[in-house]
């Protein structure tokens, strides 16, 4: 049963786009998390917010934002794409962050960058 | 480097075969959950073991923390068991790094 929504699940545009993802949890979780996977199905973390604070960003590019209006909701924004931002996002939330709590995670947004 | 290593990355079986999946660490653990990942599709928990072993039907998950591994035993597989099977660790308390995956493709 999905209690974690993306949208929008597919989207094909132009190097130098905008796009945004969005992402909303009913679980009442404190942490959500935007993921990066890859052509060989390698997850990477990308960022993690709890209760609207940022407690993890990796090195990822500056083009990359998350945008939260609250602990429901984890936007994930790309200005300007490039062809190596080809990939699915995946959004998950947890109970509180990291050990001791499992992910649930949506059923991802595959992006397509021509 | 990887903190996470998923061996076999590929696996066939015949229906009805069992199948041992390892997930071996680097660095001390936090957590270990394993996640099954449909062909396109989202990740569901399959097991969340920090330590000990857990039953769950027909899947079996074993970690050893001084041995810094965790393995998933599925028995009497079933064409519906193919897909990717991914380990993620929980070094401290916030991050999950996940593992390449195994690949699991069961034929009739």
């Known amino acids: 049963e999905t209690a974690v929504f993306q949208t929008p699940n597919y989207h094909v545009t132009q190097v130098g786009n905008e796009v945004s993802f969005n992402c909303k949890q009913t679980?009442?979780?404190?942490?959500m998390y935007w993921y990066k996977q890859d052509s060989k199905k390698l997850l990477k973390i990308m960022f993690s917010?709890?209760?609207?604070?940022?407690?993890v960003n990796e090195t990822v590019p500056r083009r990359f934002s998350p945008q939260s209006s609250d602990k429901a909701h984890l936007n994930l924004r790309i200005k300007s794409v490039e062809p190596e931002d080809s990939a699915v996002y995946l959004c998950?939330?947890?109970?509180?962050?990291?050990?001791?709590?499992?992910?649930?995670f949506g059923e991802g947004s595959r992006l397509i960058v021509v | 480097g990887q903190q996470v290593q998923q061996s076999p990355a590929s696996l066939v079986l015949q229906e009805g075969e069992n199948a041992e999946l390892q997930c071996n660490f680097s660095?001390?653990?936090?957590?270990m959950q394993w996640f099954y990942q449909r062909p396109g599709g989202s990740l569901v928990s399959l097991f969340y073991?920090?330590?000990g072993t857990k039953h769950s039907g027909r899947l079996t998950s074993t970690t050893v923390i001084k041995e810094r591994r965790s393995s998933l035993h599925i028995s009497s597989s079933q064409t519906t068991d193919s897909g990717t099977y991914l380990c993620?660790?929980?070094?401290?308390?916030?991050?999950?790094?996940f593992g390449k995956g195994t690949s699991l493709t069961v034929i009739p």
């Open positions: 998950a939330s947890s109970p509180t962050g990291g050990g001791g709590n499992t992910l649930y």
């Open positions: 679980l009442g979780h404190d942490t």
């Open positions: 917010y709890n209760n609207k604070q940022l407690i």
């Open positions: 660095t001390s653990l936090n957590s």
């Open positions: 073991n920090p330590s």
């Open positions: 993620a660790l929980v070094p401290g308390y916030q991050n999950f790094y």
